[in-house]
């Protein structure tokens, strides 16, 4: 479905004669134009409300692999905003899962070395991603990278922390409806809500009429 819009409005811009050099030249950084060319993908969007239409349809048609179709729709969600990030987002995520799995090995001055670098690590590409971001007009960098941070801290106070499931990891990490807008939660707030989530669908009613009102 997300293809074919984006094919549909590619047809149709250079149909009714828009420029698209730009779009091509910029399309591996942003999905967002002014032109109004490609799709927002923003929460008071159309687009926005097929996307978790189909999202929230595979999640209760599949028994099994929820966590995977989470995840997966997380890196959609955000790779339409801008895939060169995406692709950030993903080094910072395999970085400080790797740094919670040596956290998990080592004893004494070497968990202290390993936190720190960690924490630098991802302070130093917040503030590159900042920088070039403010030019590109990137979103929800710093939502994921404190995550990253406050995960990193917890697993060298605790190996008890660690998470060894990389899925269940990136998806806390790159969870969508909160990877633009927060807020930031520590991983053992929602490892459970990963594993075993009730759903009492008077509440998503709710919520889905609370939306559409907003929208």
């Not at 939502?143 to 406050?150: E, G, V």
Request: proline share 1%; net charge positive; with cysteine.
């Amino acid at each position: 479905l997300y293809l074919f819009l984006e094919l549909a409005q590619f047809l149709v811009a250079s149909l009714n004669g828009y420029d698209l050099k730009p779009w091509l030249l910029a399309k591996a950084f942003s999905f967002s134009f002014e032109n109004g060319i490609l799709i927002s993908m923003y929460f008071n969007s159309i687009s926005y409300f097929i996307f978790l239409a189909v999202i929230v349809a595979m999640f209760y048609a599949c028994a099994k692999g929820k966590g995977i179709i989470l995840f997966l729709a997380s890196y959609i969600f955000y790779a339409h905003f801008s895939l060169v990030f995406a692709f950030l987002m993903l080094f910072s995520t395999v970085f400080a899962y790797s740094c919670s799995i040596y956290l998990s090995h080592f004893d004494g001055k070497q968990r202290k070395t390993i936190e720190v670098a960690g924490i630098v690590f991802n302070v130093l590409l917040l503030c590159s991603c900042k920088l070039i971001g403010s030019l590109l007009g990137a979103v929800g960098i710093s939502y994921y990278t404190f995550k990253a941070i406050s995960y990193i801290v917890d697993c060298y106070k605790s190996n008890d922390a660690v998470e060894k499931n990389f899925i269940k990891f990136g998806l806390y990490i790159s969870f969508f409806p909160q990877l633009i807008a927060g807020p930031i939660v520590k991983y053992r707030d929602i490892s459970l809500e990963i594993d075993h989530r009730t759903v009492k669908f008077e509440g998503e009613g709710i919520g889905g009429v609370n939306s559409a009102v907003r929208f």
